[in-house]
């Protein structure tokens, strides 16, 4: 074997920490990375510490924001009657580009699991209920992926919410536009028919 | 839209520079490298700094190495009499796994491309012709990739080498181990015909 280099490895082992880096994409970047001229590897560095110091939750949604609240939550156009509540923050950049939702998020960072050891207490659960228990506050929009863990969570929270005469909604079920009735699963095209509308 | 993030764009930005790494994947991997301990993430940015001021080139033979000559070269156990060319640093490390080859390297750091404006003058031809001219070199092994400009370039230093006395061969060409002759293409399959040997 060549002898190995330190200080390379270290690099490639960064990059293989990400997730869906194998070790030979790793490998490619850290010789991407050391080809680069000096100052732009630095400038990629200091991209890394600057946006980890810039960058928090924002107190009231979770969602990420470099100023004290983010710019959603300090919006004073957006309707505060609405709460969408997401699994993570690209979640949130998702929905605002459709243009469509105009209320407020909130962002739990994570989903119950009880395989994985994430409990109620480990997400942004409890400030959630502090807001929707706010008398402005009429919807809540459980926004999580359709998925088992998604599902449960947004059951376990509407349970919650439910009590403080807040309405609960869930995201629609059905086929993805331009989707295909022949590749789609037999739940989600169950899903769609029990919940076919009018035309 | 969500209010953008100066230094989170600036961050998606660097990793959407990298080889391979999509917008989608870049703006996956940024938020990953928030959610890190911040240990972690000044880490991750230190081994960019490291890898980056610790690794140079070789002054012989061009491969990557955090000593003043690489590891290759200062071997004294080494064949001295071969030299494997190759296009980069990623190529001496797979001959380097087959722990068959133990000649030394030369690494060109690209290939004659006029497409791309990359002309002999470029890459460390120069060099090479040097080495070759000692005495002791019986052998030079062009091992470039067998794409047109690697095959462009190992005529061209052949070119520059074979009146210097010094033997110049080839990679062979063939099925690779494993393959498939329904998936071979005519090239690779006309190759492995005219390169056959008995058995």
Do not use: W
Not at 162 to 182: D, H, I, Q
């Amino acid at each position: 074997m060549s002898t190995p280099i330190p200080s390379l490895e270290n690099l490639i082992d960064h990059f293989a920490a990400l997730p869906g880096i194998g070790r030979k994409t790793a490998s490619r970047l850290a010789y991407y990375v050391l080809a680069m001229p000096e100052v732009e590897a630095k400038g990629f560095a200091e991209s890394i510490v600057m946006a980890h110091s810039m960058v928090h939750q924002c107190p009231i949604c979770h969602n990420l924001t470099d100023t004290e609240q983010c710019g959603i939550c300090k919006n004073e156009d957006r309707d505060n009657s609405v709460i969408c509540v997401v699994e993570s923050p690209q979640d949130v950049n998702a929905f605002e580009k459709t243009r469509e939702y105009k209320g407020l998020y909130h962002v739990l960072h994570g989903l119950i699991s009880p395989i994985d050891g994430i409990t109620p207490e480990q997400i942004h659960i409890k400030d959630l209920i502090i807001r929707a228990a706010d008398d402005v506050v009429e919807e809540v929009i459980m926004a999580t992926n359709p998925t088992v863990e998604g599902e449960s969570t947004a059951i376990y929270i509407s349970k919650l919410i439910k009590p403080l005469g807040v309405k609960v909604t869930r995201l629609a079920y059905g086929m993805p536009v331009g989707g295909n009735l022949e590749h789609a699963d037999e739940v989600t095209l169950y899903r769609a028919l029990t919940g076919r509308s009018e035309i």
